[in-house]
């Protein structure tokens, strides 16, 4: 497995926006980012392929966020723009060392980040 720290959460008002990064101790094939609001289950926000040419989403961040990669530095990345109240959840980096394709399944992750937290305000 590899080690993943995250970085770049923080407080914000609604509408704006904020870059998570997610730096790994070594090479991975897909990563992603989930998020977890308090009282609620985690849920799956993007991933991207190993080669960084497939993205996935889930619908409610659609046209907002954007996941992205540089291999050559072992760093993911999440741009959230036009920020939400409902956005507001600690964020998990992961990475798969089993599949190279997207994917919203977290048991194929088998790394996972310490966690940032984002906070809209309204």
């Known amino acids: 497995q590899v080690q993943l720290v995250e970085s770049g959460g923080g407080l914000v008002q609604a509408g704006e926006s904020l870059r998570l990064s997610c730096a790994a101790s070594g090479r991975t094939f897909t990563m992603g980012w989930f998020r977890q609001a308090l009282g609620k289950d985690r849920e799956f926000v993007a991933s991207i392929s190993w080669s960084g040419g497939s993205t996935y989403y889930t619908d409610s961040v659609k046209g907002r966020f954007t996941i992205s990669r540089d291999n050559a530095k072992n760093t993911a990345y999440l741009q959230m723009n036009s920020l939400k109240p409902e956005d507001t959840a600690v964020y998990y980096c992961?990475?798969?060392?089993?599949?190279?394709?997207?994917?919203?399944?977290?048991?194929?992750?088998?790394?996972w980040g310490q966690g940032t937290q984002v906070t809209v305000s309204s």
């Open positions: 992961a990475a798969s060392l089993v599949t190279k394709t997207t994917t919203n399944d977290g048991r194929l992750f088998g790394s």
